[in-house]
Nanobody, 117 residues
Framework: VQLVESGGGLVQPGGSLRLSCAAS????????MRWFRQAPGKEREWVASSGDTSTNYPTYYADSVKGRFTISRDRYANIVYLQMNSLKVEDTAVYYC?????????WGQGTQVTVSS
């Protein structure tokens, strides 16, 4: 099983980034896919979710990112994306991809996003 994030980097406030998480080794469509983030000195927090195929992939967002971030899946390539627009300094964090089905959870290694002028 692998979850490999990419797409992080340095961006100015108000800018955009698209994170990718390439999944392999498990039945991608049957897992809920989520993005979390962890800022320095803070606990890891949930950002966005995409439900699994049984619920037709509903999406959910933390209030702090609602209207600015969009989670989506490429069900053929087994990739989950996080489109981040109107980025703020407080979005700076390591972003992690997560896959969960019942009690089975997988994590990626994380990708750094830094929002700074």
């Amino acid at each position: 099983v692998q979850l490999v994030e990419s797409g992080g980097g340095l961006v100015q406030p108000g800018g955009s980034l698209r994170l990718s998480c390439a999944a392999s080794g498990f039945a991608f469509s049957t897992y809920a896919m989520r993005w979390f983030r962890q800022a320095p000195g803070k606990e890891r927090e949930w950002v966005a979710s995409s439900g699994d195929t049984s619920t037709n992939y509903p999406t959910y967002y933390a209030d702090s990112v609602k209207g600015r971030f969009t989670i989506s899946r490429d069900r053929y390539a087994n990739i989950v994306y996080l489109q981040m627009n109107s980025l703020k300094v407080e979005d700076t964090a390591v972003y992690y991809c997560n896959a969960q089905r019942s009690g089975t959870i997988y994590w990626g290694q994380g990708t750094q996003v830094t929002v700074s002028s």
